[in-house]
């Protein structure tokens, strides 16, 4: 499926190529919550890198989140790279060199009307403020952490690949 997308403001605009367009994942960590001022469907879709085609990547910026370790107290940078419009703002996509061949845009950056899911997993929730109350519904996963099955995994047990 072709997923178009951009910035709030457009002056970067983007396309690319997924085989997984369900927005199922509600992620509740602080890097989304915090980078994408997203409540929940951030980084949730997989597409294929080498697809993409972007107008406007002159306005791109790439954040890579600072992960602290409790246990040890360090510090680490993450080696995932958050791509977002440098004049509004947007979060428009994530990449990680671990894995070249995916691309994970934002749901909230796709302008193309996407499938509703049937279902949704709700990750990271040992990581949500007290404040955020989940909408859990019949059928929904729940996970404190990773959830046990990919995107692409989500999609197949489905029947979804597209």
Not at 39 to 47: D, K, P
Not at 106 to 113: F, G, K
């Amino acid at each position: 499926m072709l997923l178009e997308g951009s910035c709030h403001c457009r002056a970067v605009r983007f396309s690319v190529e997924s085989a997984h367009p369900y927005p199922f994942n509600i992620c509740y960590c602080s890097i989304c919550r915090k980078t994408a001022g997203a409540g929940g469907f951030a980084i949730n879709l997989s597409a294929g890198f080498h697809s993409l085609q972007v107008t406007g990547g002159e306005n791109l910026r790439v954040y890579r989140a600072k992960m602290h370790d409790p246990q040890t107290g360090e510090t680490n940078q993450s080696q995932a790279e958050r791509n977002f419009c440098s004049l509004c703002g947007s979060a428009l996509w994530l990449w990680d060199p671990r894995w070249p061949d995916l691309l994970h845009p934002h749901a909230s950056a796709i302008d193309t009307e996407l499938p509703v899911p049937p279902e949704h997993t709700h990750l990271m929730l040992d990581y949500k403020p007290g404040w955020v109350e989940p909408c859990i519904r019949a059928g929904d996963r729940q996970f404190g952490e990773y959830p046990d099955e990919s995107i692409a995994d989500w999609h197949e047990r489905l029947g979804f690949t597209v």
